[in-house]
């Protein structure tokens, strides 16, 4: 790898580590911020979901737009917007306009993963490229993980929120300064005008569909679903607008016979498998605290081995995808996630135990979120397709991501609805009348309160019980995906080299 190389995967390692923390970084301090700008607990969540729907209107686009107009000034460009999205959310004076800076960022960083894919597919050799993506991968899984962690850390040693922010502006200068002098360009430019219909209708289509996918477990069930009916529409018509475009000779935001190719399909179904897999592994720190009654400030001990593994996973991930092809690690992948997710319930009870599991997670997720899907994008389309396919590949993936949590959120509510009807016919009136009607972390906090430490220990366990009911179902249907996601390279293996063949 010449330095040219080491130096672009320097940065764009650093840019999509920067990047993923701020989707998990602001859960930590969400409390505080709407304290701060006196919102609900609903109306203050919108500053997670709109940085979740802003990236996921940004990659497919940007995947497009890096092909054609060139990789290093779309990565100066989306880290530029960062920065200022990070900055403006700092100072914000009002719930709004955080919001909006809230999907400034995500519009900044929603790319910066796609860019460094399709670079790297774009100028390495093949036999190096598993192990860089392997690498890019590991970053934005690791930064998923410890998100939430260290933004405890920034909001205990700093007093304020806005330092979760401002630190990313110093971090902006750096890679945008370094990305001008060090990357070298990278494109696969065409003469034809960019598909602005397509970009309007793939906009509106994933803001309905995921609006629509985050309200899920609202009880207005007409409404959310009217959201997602609308969006499936809107995808419709963008894929008859795309053919239509394609055949005219256009260069469509989404190449209809990329989308008809089987190993293309094949690999956004992985891409929506993944988005599930890594949805089980950010419940992981909430699992440690509500059932393991884990202290929040002892809590990141918990997660380091689990942080670590998802990092050698995805160096594993790379090197095995280089030398052995991306469909054997896909299987290796399903395999190790698998037993993993299996055992937290069944066999986990101490420390020890979760560290295994929470480890053999980690290393499923590692192995399978960087390298094996990008290159069987990469290998789908053509090389001025790319980025368009990666950023379709991060669409499916955020997706999963979305859809995911919102049923593992229904599993931890049911726990938590028996945990109150548990109470109230253990207890009656006796204690119950203090006790219902509460979130977890309020219920938890009022069991603590109660005088009669025989009572506080039995409701604590029968809170805990309850909840790992919950978590238990998802731990189960994760295993299930995992089960899936081997199923799907046993598939690729089966097929044969014919089934990776590039359309000419």
């Known amino acids: 790898m010449n330095s040219s190389h080491k130096w672009s995967l320097t940065l764009f390692t650093i840019g999509v580590f920067m990047a993923g923390l701020d989707n998990g970084i602001i859960s930590t301090a969400l409390t505080t911020i709407n304290d701060a700008f006196n919102v609900s607990a609903s109306w203050g969540a919108w500053s997670i979901t709109i940085y979740t729907l802003g990236i996921a209107i940004s990659v497919p686009i940007v995947?497009?737009?890096?092909?054609?107009?060139g990789r290093k000034r779309l990565f100066v460009t989306e880290i530029a917007l960062f920065g200022v999205g990070s900055l403006l959310v700092a100072i914000s004076p009002s719930f709004p306009i955080l919001l909006l800076s809230r999907f400034i960022q995500a519009i900044g960083g929603g790319g910066i993963f796609i860019i460094g894919s399709s670079h790297i597919l774009a100028t390495m050799p093949k036999d190096k490229q598993g192990k860089a993506l392997g690498m890019l991968g590991g970053m934005h899984g690791l930064s998923a993980i410890i998100g939430p962690n260290l933004g405890a850390i920034i909001l205990n040693v700093t007093g304020t929120w806005q330092w979760m922010f401002m630190i990313n502006i110093?971090?902006?200068?750096?890679?945008?300064?370094?990305?001008?002098?060090t990357i070298p360009e990278s494109k696969s430019a065409t003469a034809n005008a960019l598909d602005?219909?397509?970009i309007l209708l793939l906009s509106f289509a994933i803001l309905a569909m995921m609006y629509g996918i985050t309200g899920m477990n609202n009880e207005s069930s007409i409404f959310i679903l009217l959201f997602i009916v609308v969006g499936i529409l809107l995808f419709a018509g963008l894929l008859f607008h795309e053919h239509q475009l394609e055949q005219r000779g256009g260069d469509p935001i989404l190449a209809y016979s990329l989308?008809?190719?089987?190993?293309?399909?094949?690999?956004l179904i992985l891409g929506l498998l993944s988005g599930g897999f890594l949805a089980g592994i950010i419940f992981i720190p909430s699992y440690v605290q509500q059932v393991l009654q884990v202290p929040v400030a002892n809590a990141g001990y918990w997660l380091t081995p689990m942080a670590v593994a998802s990092g050698i996973g995805a160096g594993l991930g790379g090197v095995m995808t280089d030398k052995q092809g991306a469909d054997k690690t896909i299987i290796l992948s399903g395999v190790i996630g698998c037993i993993g997710f299996v055992m937290f319930p069944f066999f986990v009870t101490g420390f020890w135990t979760f560290s295994i599991a929470s480890v053999l997670a980690g290393v499923g997720l590692g192995i399978l979120l960087g390298a094996p899907l990008n290159v069987l994008a990469g290998e789908s389309a053509r090389e001025n397709e790319q980025g368009s396919a990666l950023g379709t590949l991060s669409l499916t993936r955020q997706i999963g991501l979305t859809l995911f949590p919102a049923l593992y959120a229904a599993f931890i509510a049911g726990g938590f609805s028996k945990a109150e009807t548990l109470i109230q016919n253990t207890y009656g009136d006796k204690v119950s009348a203090d006790l219902t009607g509460s979130n977890y972390n309020d219920l938890a906090e009022k069991i603590t309160r109660i005088a009669d430490p025989d009572i506080q220990h039995k409701l604590s366990e029968m809170l805990s019980n309850a909840i790992q009911a919950g978590f238990d179902r998802l731990f189960l249907t994760a295993g299930a995906l995992s089960i899936l996601v081997f199923a799907t390279g046993m598939f690729l293996v089966?097929?044969?080299?014919?089934f990776y063949k590039t359309r000419s």
């Open 63 to 69: 995947g497009k737009l890096s092909d054609k107009y």
């Open 170 to 181: 110093p971090i902006a200068i750096f890679l945008i300064v370094a990305g001008v002098i």
């Open 196 to 198: 602005y219909k397509g």
């Open 259 to 267: 989308l008809r190719t089987r190993l293309f399909q094949v690999t």
């Open 494 to 498: 089966t097929k044969g080299k014919s």
